[in-house]
């Protein structure tokens, strides 16, 4: 498809900075053909098809790359950029001379290894630092695209990259990840071309924009379109370029990557270089003038032009209709790709509720997906800084992914059933005894969901031995990342919240394995249970045995036995049954108790004298429970 | 003050529709002097003294009044409005020909009620309705004002605002309220004469300007000042209009005053009269059309300098610097005011946290203060909108007022002390025998606070006869509701959070009656309850009693008596304890118990010999503690 590369290094780089040397404006005037990196010319033989109908010949795809790619090809990971990045991910800078945007992520040693992996990235299709867009030159015409440029969408974008990725030879990427509208990206691969995705880290961003952001980008495109030196588009054949409307369009956008705690902790009311304000209009605060510098220094790097398509793009993006489905589970249908979901807490521009439905969608197409909300308070743009939590839960995950190609653990009953035992990982068989009696009541080959997975330990041994098709939900953020780095699909969450969003009889077995009693709902939750899955297996504390009715009854104080030790006060478990409760408990949850196995204190079943008095011996009981 | 005054009726609204009579532009080109409603000059004796350092002589206001001043000119409601907002609150704007902005409120059988209240709204300094403005003629040159206009301030428009209503012989207002601005200007109106504001409704608004608001407001002013059109400010000598910059400014507010969650349900992804997308820059989506009429019609009815002047009034509100406190509390010291907070929980321009921080500072200064967030998806202008549960919060505000004029309920001490018994309201003395228990351990004149205060009965009786200082805490918006309608201080909020909040030792009594148990942590509220008061009663109930260790031992099942009647899945009670638990809990949590009464299921004292036995026999324990 391709018929000339390019290759410039940094020597050239000072030719490139020619929007520092030109006299005016400060606006992106460099030539793209000069940029430092690769180029290649692709589209020559059969053009690229379109979303709007139209198409594309002779584009240019400029990219990065970093390390090294391996024999077999297998080792590559594409990273693709967000809004106003480019392809200049790990190194300065050309324009700007600042370090490269994920350089914290990516490097030798770093999270995304160069020294492990093949790194690519590839400036967007409607970009401004090389490849194919408004301010490149039609190459039908010999004049600039301008405003006649195709409007395109995030899938003509991914569908760029792909002729990027066939011309360099590569049958399947390792991963590709993004995040914002780089993550609407990596989705896009994953549900264009599944078997090129090995893995999906889709970071900060929404299986569709949403209003609130389509009405921010319809604030930028009116800021610049309102700007008289816009001109329709046609600014390029003069000098003067609509600055000032760009940079309006950046400072709100600038906005919505922040939080208000971040701004405040950043800037709060402080007053720019000055003890007391003017009662003027200069920037008197600190945070206006930062936003005054943002969108000034935004100007010379970036075209306006650009930042219209691509917010177009953006806003047309929307993964269950795009792809004619009409229901986002139905995109991922069967897809072999593992997928890693992240959102941070503080991010308003693409919450973590945007990020619920994609995994709610993923679940619902029987996907691998492990899923975290990271606490942070940086906003959107959190995915680009320091958030320690975030790069440790990918590392999980590359961790995990590595084990799982290498014929690891596999979060899919059909990649698992046709490999041979021998193939099989080589991990312990051994259970704790408590653990294995739940897992001895799981039948082979189900699907399964465990409520509270804790590192996954369970879960890990029924996919390996059982052929189980199993999924975890856990609260605490080290426990999934824990579980993720084994390979497991593990949605971190709540149970009170998030039970509700599988389907129907999403699962066959779901497990609840001694979370019961910490739950402030539990018929709502064993509602829940029965609703997802025909079979709940559930272990519960006795507070019923005879040592806590003892402690209760003899020394008035609140139960306690060696096997239940805390204080009222501080003590997990806020919801008291015994196994007497339990019956009542499930039969007022329309549930039937198909089998009930009294344990002792070690997780051992009772002797069948004990048993014959289980709420008074046993200090848990293990219960298999149908509708 | 006023030398003249001109009422104009709605007879000449044709007169001032000029904005539609001018053949070019659509800008507010109306005459000033021409709009319906009441208009003065003030300032015309002793000038209006700015925080800028200048001053206003001979500025007019213009405003509109609904209802009759009664003959003691007691019955006077001030609402002060918002950024956009102007002085016709409850009749058809003349411009726009839309309903008043809070005709939804305002109307005779209304919650503000215009056959009770005379009702005054004045268009703001600043604005550009008639009152003084950068669009009206500086009367000392003759020429419009432009940018020459003085910058002014939140609390500049109060003052203003007072000299109306010294114009008006008005001595003291029953109600200054107002929503966002409004709020704001109703918080200086407090702080700047508390004795003319009997009581004060801040709506969804904060006591300073946030970081991240600031930063929406540098983008609206931006935006105004980068249209070409703009001249400097000084576009009023022509005929052209910074029009299209003035309407991205308001198209980017704009978001900011609706929520993700509205625009979702409004807008969605819907297309705008098309079947499908249209690859080009149109307004393809519904939110996209909605956006840009809004920026339209704005500028029909607005002034861009105006604009630049509001917002940046907005910015340097910060009260607690702006009085020279440097202390928000400070400036509520001693406040006479009653006052209610009303926060929405999808606002997030001015969301919870900031109204939390006004009513942190208005309980350190022992201010008369309620506060309720209300559950609403509408986003910051759920103020303007119908929201029941807001209407019925405030008419319960305005109820308690109502009592507390006419001698009723205090908030505050020292306005009841004064007050022979004979004024006394007309209160039933009795109260259930349990609350009286606990009632007469608080002693007399003491600063209480209710944890979980319900609907206020016992701090009522508290207030009226034991001259207590006392105010609520209380989950239920209910219950807040109807305490707040008995004259009550009371915070909407939950203890496990929101106790944290009040300073050291704000009070001398806490009472936590029959809460405990359905506290997740109980100990850590407990150290809360000793930090903010030296002597904290508790009311728990008793798990020990008889009946419930005998269902627990003999059955087996969880405890269960006839006052804890509840099952062990559904009980509010959450934490299980007994009296004998309870002591070690007390020295646990570093407290001494001062006394203990055991009561029984009626909540009657037990008999001595049964006393004897607290913790088989009684179904609950009233406990003194200190520190």
Redesign the interface.
Same mark, same amino acid.
């Given at each position: 498809m391709a018929i000339r590369e390019k290759r410039r290094g940094p020597t050239i780089w000072k030719r490139c900075l020619m929007a520092k040397l030109l006299p005016s404006p400060s606006l992106p005037d460099f030539d793209p053909a000069h940029l430092p990196g690769r180029r290649v010319q692709l589209g020559t033989s059969a053009p690229l098809k379109l979303?709007?109908?139209g198409s594309l010949s002779n584009y240019w795809v400029s990219y990065q790359t970093y390390g090294a790619l391996n024999a077999d090809k297998s080792n590559a990971i594409l990273i693709c950029h967000a809004l106003t990045g480019d392809q200049y991910v790990a190194e300065n800078h050309p324009v700007t001379g600042k370090p490269g945007w994920w350089e914290i992520l990516v490097g030798a040693d770093k999270v995304i290894d160069t020294n492990k992996y093949f790194v690519i990235c590839a400036n967007i299709l409607g970009g401004c630092m090389g490849s194919e867009g408004p301010r490149n030159i039609n190459p039908a015409t010999g004049k600039v695209w301008g405003l006649t440029f195709?409007?395109i969408t995030i899938h003509d974008m991914v569908r760029a990259q792909k002729a990027l990725i066939d011309h360099l030879g590569i049958a399947q990427l390792f991963l590709v990840m993004g995040g914002s509208m780089g993550g609407m990206q990596a989705l896009s691969w994953a549900a264009l071309y599944p078997e090129s995705v090995f893995s999906c880290a889709a970071i900060a961003t929404s299986p569709?924009?949403?209003?609130?952001n389509?009405?921010?980008g319809?604030?930028g495109?009116?800021?610049i379109? %309102? !700007?008289?030196l816009w001109q329709q588009g046609d600014y390029l054949k003069g000098l003067d370029r609509p600055a000032?409307?760009l940079?309006?369009a950046r400072?709100?956008a600038h906005?919505t990557y922040?939080s208000?705690s971040a701004?405040?902790r950043?800037?709060?009311?402080r007053l720019q270089d000055r003890s007391a304000?003017s009662?003027?209009?200069d %920037? !008197?605060?600190q945070?206006?003038s930062y936003?005054?510098h943002q969108?000034e220094s935004f100007v010379d790097r970036f075209d306006p032009n650009s930042y219209?398509y691509i917010t177009?793009a953006m806003?047309?993006y929307?993964l269950a209709?795009d792809l004619g489905h009409g229901n986002l589970a139905k995109a991922f249908t069967s897809s072999p790709t593992r997928f890693l979901v992240v959102s941070f807490t503080s991010d308003?521009l693409f919450?973590s509720t945007e990020s619920r439905t994609l995994v709610k969608a993923l679940t619902g197409a029987n996907a691998n997906v492990s899923y975290v909300d990271i606490e942070s308070d940086k906003g959107h743009d959190a995915f680009l800084l320091d958030e320690p939590e975030f790069h440790r839960q990918l590392a999980g995950f590359i961790q995990g992914c590595e084990k799982g190609r290498a014929g690891g653990a596999k979060g899919r009953r059909d990649d698992n059933t046709t490999l041979p035992s021998s193939f099989r990982p080589s991990v312990s068989s051994s259970l704790p005894e408590e653990l294995q009696l739940v897992a001895d009541e799981v039948p082979s080959g189900t699907r399964v969901l465990d409520v509270g997975c804790g590192d996954g330990t369970l879960l890990k041994w029924l996919i390996d031995y059982k052929d189980v098709r199993g999924f975890g939900l856990e609260y605490d953020r080290t426990n999934v990342k824990n579980a993720v780095a084994k390979g497991l699909g593990v949605i971190q969450g709540d149970a009170t919240v998030d039970l509700s969003t599988y389907p129907d009889n999403a699962f066959d077995v779901v497990i609840l394995n001694r979370t019961l009693s910490e739950l402030?709902?539990?018929?709502e939750i064993l509602a829940q249970l029965r609703r997802i899955a025909p079979t709940v297996i559930v272990n519960i504390a006795n507070?019923?045995h005879w040592q806590a009715?003892l402690h209760?009854?003899w020394?008035?104080?609140?139960?306690k036995s060696p096997s239940l030790p805390y204080?009222?006060?501080?003590s997990p478990n806020?919801?008291?049954?015994?196994?007497?409760?339990f019956r009542?408990?499930a039969k007022?949850g329309n549930m039937q108790i198909k089998k009930s196995i009294p344990l002792n204190g070690a997780g051992r079943p009772l002797n069948t004298l004990l048993a014959k008095h289980a709420?008074?011996f046993a200090s848990q009981g293990l219960y298999v429970l149908s509708r």
């Open positions: 979303d709007c109908g195709p409007v569709r924009h949403s209003a609130q389509i009405a921010f319809e604030v495109r009116q800021a379109m %309102a !700007d008289p000032a409307g940079s309006v400072m709100a906005i922040l208000e701004l405040q950043k800037f709060g009311r304000v009662f003027g209009f %920037a !008197d605060f945070v206006e936003l005054r969108g219209l177009r806003d047309y929307d209709e308003w919450p402030t709902q539990p018929l507070f019923g009715r209760f009854c020394l008035g104080k609140a139960p204080e009222w006060y501080n806020i919801r008291f049954c015994t196994l007497d409760d009542n408990f007022e709420n008074l």
